[in-house]
């Protein structure tokens, strides 16, 4: 059974910073993502990143602001957020796929790729 547990979540002004992380309960040797949803809006991409950590995508509203990284001995997927905008003020989910490791830009941008999830973490950025 696994499970993905997100924290770093906060309130922060735009400009700020903060640190997304999800803990996962295995070694998985496949993608990790990241996707938001803000209030009455449809889930949103943000970022992915293959196992060996070589191969990164993010969607082009956070590039060059958010940065996804992983330590895989300790498990753990993160989401560095930069230069926040309250346009990404949403609740971000961590995901896992535990089949295929990596794929076109066109499947790992789709939530149903992923085979487990996080609860999430609420992500407010303040004007």
């Known amino acids: 059974q696994v499970q993905l547990v997100e924290s770093g979540g906060g309130l922060v002004q735009a400009g700020g910073s903060l640190r997304l992380s999800c803990a996962t309960s295995?070694?998985?040797?496949?993608?990790s993502g990241w996707f938001r949803q803000a209030p009455g809006k449809e889930r949103e991409f943000v970022a992915a990143?293959?196992?060996?950590?070589?191969?990164?995508y993010y969607v082009d509203s956070v590039k060059g602001r958010f940065i996804i990284s992983r330590d895989n001995a300790k498990n753990t997927v993160y989401l560095q957020m930069n230069s926040l905008k309250p346009e990404d003020t949403a609740v971000y989910y961590c995901?896992?796929?535990?089949?295929?490791?990596?794929?076109?830009?066109?499947?790992?941008?789709?939530?149903?790729?992923?085979?487990?999830w996080g609860q999430g973490t609420q992500v407010t950025v303040s004007s």
């Open positions: 995901a896992a796929r535990s089949r295929s490791g990596w794929g076109p830009q066109l499947v790992i941008r789709d939530g149903n790729w992923y085979d487990y």
């Open positions: 990143i293959r196992w060996s950590g070589g191969n990164t």
């Open positions: 295995e070694r998985t040797f496949s993608t």
